[in-house]
Nanobody
Framework: VQLQASGGGLVQAGGSLRLSCVASGLTFNKYDMGWFRQAPGKERGFVAARGWYGFNTQYADSVKGRFTISRDNAKNTVYLQMNSLKPEDTAVYYC?????????????????WGQGTQVTVSS
């Protein structure tokens, strides 16, 4: 089982990035897919999540209206489109999966973690 994230980089404030995460070795339609992030010296925190048919889509308050999570179920891929980026969005972003369920999603609920991808937003 593997989650392979990509798409991070350096961008100026106000810019955009799109992260991608390809899942392999799991039954994609049985998992919620999500993104978490961890800034230096801070705990890993929830960013966004999306269920199989788009139900249970959730966003952290700090990214609502700026970030959009989507998934291409035919490609076993989840995306995070990040617009209007701010310096405080700088972090390592992690792709995550959990078996489908209702409710909010914390790090404790995560079944599978991908490797991180660095996002740096300069002011």
């Amino acid at each position: 089982v593997q989650l392979q994230a990509s798409g991070g980089g350096l961008v100026q404030a106000g810019g955009s990035l799109r992260l991608s995460c390809v899942a392999s070795g799991l039954t994609f339609n049985k998992y919620d897919m999500g993104w978490f992030r961890q800034a230096p010296g801070k705990e890993r925190g929830f960013v966004a999540a999306r269920g199989w048919y788009g139900f249970n889509t959730q966003y952290a308050d700090s990214v609502k209206g700026r970030f959009t999570i989507s998934r291409d179920n035919a490609k076993n891929t989840v995306y995070l489109q990040m617009n209007s980026l701010k310096p405080e969005d700088t972090a390592v972003y992690y792709c995550a999966a959990r078996s489908t369920r209702y409710g909010t999603w914390s790090t404790r609920d995560t079944d599978i973690w991908g490797q991180g991808t660095q996002v740096t937003v300069s002011s």
